[in-house]
């Protein structure tokens, strides 16, 4: 099974319009950490946001805001008054127990119109 | 923030030769650093995990003899294509940890490198 899943191939946004991106996760470990990077043509890959599997609240970073039900094993990311700027790929990556590798997701490219 | 830098960060080479990806952590000493390829459009896949001044973990399916990977200081690591060939043509990204900072956000990523080989 796939550690990290993200269903969404591409997703469509109008500027300053909220927009929600997908991202479920599949571990067995009671400790683990979701990310979520920003990639944009040029390639870096730009740190956003993370949760910790203990954390009591909802992750944010300005208009990042990361939507964690851990009951279900999501972790969308929500980014709300879309910029032209924030179109680019997004990966959902987690870190489980004490590893330091991550594991990524397939990505959501997202593309924002004036 | 901690920088990571890659260099170079694109490179054309004929297929047979070598290519050599250099990986710098510049404000921050990484005792580990991560390799990872991206096909177009797809996801990152770690290739391997590189260890300061031991032998680097490689991940199923990644041929070690392939790609040689040296971490000899605590900023440098280094990835080196041998025997190119047109199916090697990607994206090498490299990721730097810092140990120092702790918390979680402490692995840090290259802007990449390109590889395309004829």
């Known amino acids: 099974a796939q550690k990290i899943t993200q269903t969404q191939p591409g997703m469509f946004v109008q500027e300053k319009e909220a927009v929600t991106l997908d991202c479920t996760y599949d571990t067995s470990d009671p400790s683990y950490g979701l990310f979520w990077y920003k990639q944009p043509s040029s390639g870096e890959m730009i740190f956003l946001i993370y949760q910790g599997s203990y954390d009591q609240q909802n992750a944010t970073e300005g208009r990042y805001s990361l939507n964690f039900q851990k009951a279900r094993k999501s972790a969308n990311l929500v980014i709300s008054a879309s910029q032209l700027g924030d179109s680019a790929m997004y990966f959902c990556a987690m870190r489980e127990g004490g590893r330091s590798t991550l594991t990524f997701g397939k990505g959501t490219m997202l593309l924002v119109s004036p | 923030g901690a920088v990571v830098s890659q260099h170079p960060s694109r490179v054309i080479c004929k297929s047979g030769t070598s290519v050599k990806i250099e990986c710098r952590s510049l404000d921050f000493q990484a005792t580990t650093m991560f390799w990872y390829r991206q096909f177009p459009k797809q996801s990152l896949m770690l290739m391997a995990t590189?260890?300061?001044?031991?032998?680097?973990?490689?991940e199923q399916g990644v041929e070690k003899d392939k790609f040689l990977i040296n971490h000899a200081s605590l900023t440098l690591s280094t990835l080196t294509v041998t025997s190119a060939h047109p199916e090697d043509s990607s994206f090498y990204i490299c990721s730097a940890r810092d140990r120092s900072r702790g918390g979680y956000n402490e692995q840090f990523f290259g802007p990449g490198t390109r590889l395309t080989v004829l």
């Open positions: 590189s260890n300061e001044g031991s032998k680097a973990t490689y």
